[in-house]
């Protein structure tokens, strides 16, 4: 935090300038630690309700534990997203404390047990588990109960009707998919819940990557479908929790 931006500030209240709920609306945005190569945002959490996020894809161990560091001494819990397992490794052997979801890649200090499932992952196939993990994962370290239902996709849509009765009981469904990606279309249809879906790049040709199931899902016809970008289930999750956390 710049000391002359809040000295600026606090002299405005004093003076009856501005008011007490304006001064707090300013430092929402003021602080920052600077460690050269990257700038965390210590008030992130007063805005959005959880500290920065660690994206670790392309990161360099050096520049992935100093982050990890400078918020280990300011919070209790962290989120790095997109670790592979050679980061992981040089990272625990630091904080041997820490933990490590490989399928999810993620990595955290803790994870919190919610019997109040709020949330239902849904994945089309096996090979969209490493998407749907994602999502589960940042939600329980978020706090958020999640009901996990897999390998349920069109091909075989029956195989989701024994768990409809759970499914409802949620009230987010975050539903991931690759290949023509019409699942969430379909779990939105039949159940009338707020549905995220989740494109994947799973697929054979023109999947394109995953452009085909995005295509797909942003031109559902089910009214109460929106969609994150491809492979994105942290993103899903993390909207999840936002709306279930005002």
Not at 19 to 39: A, G, M, Y
Not at 77 to 89: E, G, H, L
């Amino acid at each position: 935090m710049e000391k002359k931006k809040l000295e600026q500030i606090l002299r405005k209240y004093k003076n009856e300038d501005i008011s007490l709920q304006d001064v707090l609306e300013e430092l929402k945005f003021l602080p920052f630690i600077d460690l050269v190569h990257s700038k965390i945002d210590h008030h992130r959490t007063l805005r959005v309700g959880f500290p920065e996020i660690i994206y670790g894809e392309s990161k360099n161990i050096h520049h992935l534990i100093t982050i990890i560091s400078e918020l280990r001494k300011n919070y209790k819990n962290f989120i790095a997203t997109r670790i592979s397992r050679q980061q992981a490794d040089e990272v625990l052997k630091k904080y041997p404390d820490l933990i490590y979801f490989q399928d999810a890649r993620i990595l955290t200090a803790e994870t919190k047990t919610n019997k109040k499932k709020q949330v239902s992952v849904i994945c089309a196939g096996t090979s969209d588990h490493p998407v749907a993990e994602e999502a589960a994962i940042t939600l329980e370290i978020l706090g958020i109960g999640v009901e996990r239902v897999y390998d349920v996709g069109i091909s075989g849509i029956h195989r989701v009707v024994p768990y409809l009765k759970k499914i409802n009981r949620c009230k987010i469904l975050i539903v991931v998919a690759g290949m023509e990606g019409a699942l969430p279309g379909v779990i939105a249809g039949i159940t009338g819940k707020p549905v995220i879906g989740v494109p994947t790049s799973v697929g054979y040709g023109t999947n394109l990557k995953g452009f085909a199931p995005l295509l797909t899902m942003l031109n559902s016809c089910a009214p109460s479908v929106v969609v994150v970008n491809i492979n994105n289930g942290f993103g899903a999750a993390f909207f999840a929790w936002t709306i279930l956390h005002q």
